[in-house]
Nanobody, 127 residues
Framework: QVQLVESGGGSVQPGGSLTLSCDVS????????MAWFRQAPGKELEGLAL??????????DSVHGRFTSSVPSQDNAQNILFLRMNNLKPEDSAMYYC??????????????????WGQGTQVIVSS
């Protein structure tokens, strides 16, 4: 069983930075696909970063060059994923989620590809 818990959200002024964490409990193995998503009120779920165990991280155009995701790193038998967000804009305000799929499977932003989700952490960008 895998559980994901996000943290690190909060309020920040435009141009500021935040780092989100996704604590992954359970063994994700060596083949996985993880992702960061966000959803603003009244808007659809948006994929931000795809982190594949066997390839480079893919970023959405809306965050490319501003957001950087780490790959899962193990700390005391728990995997941790980070999303560093720089130069934040008001339109980045949303609930942010990490998601995971273990083993082989399809590649992409479709939420159905990810059986494991965290509860989300809120990011508000406002002056």
């Amino acid at each position: 069983q895998v559980q994901l818990v996000e943290s690190g959200g909060g309020s920040v002024q435009p141009g500021g930075s935040l780092t989100l964490s996704c604590d992954v409990s359970g063994d994700i193995g060596t083949t996985y696909l993880m992702a960061w998503f966000r959803q603003a009120p009244g808007k659809e779920l948006e994929g931000l970063a795809l982190i594949a165990s066997d390839g480079p991280t893919l970023y959405a155009d809306s965050v490319h060059g501003r957001f950087t995701s780490s790959v899962p790193s193990q700390d005391n038998a728990q995997n941790i994923l980070f999303l560093r967000m720089n130069n934040l804009k008001p339109e980045d305000s949303a609930m942010y989620y990490c998601a995971a799929r273990l083993g082989d499977g399809p590649y992409g932003w479709d939420r159905r590809f990810f059986p494991y989700w965290g509860q989300g952490t809120q990011v508000i960008v406002s002056s």
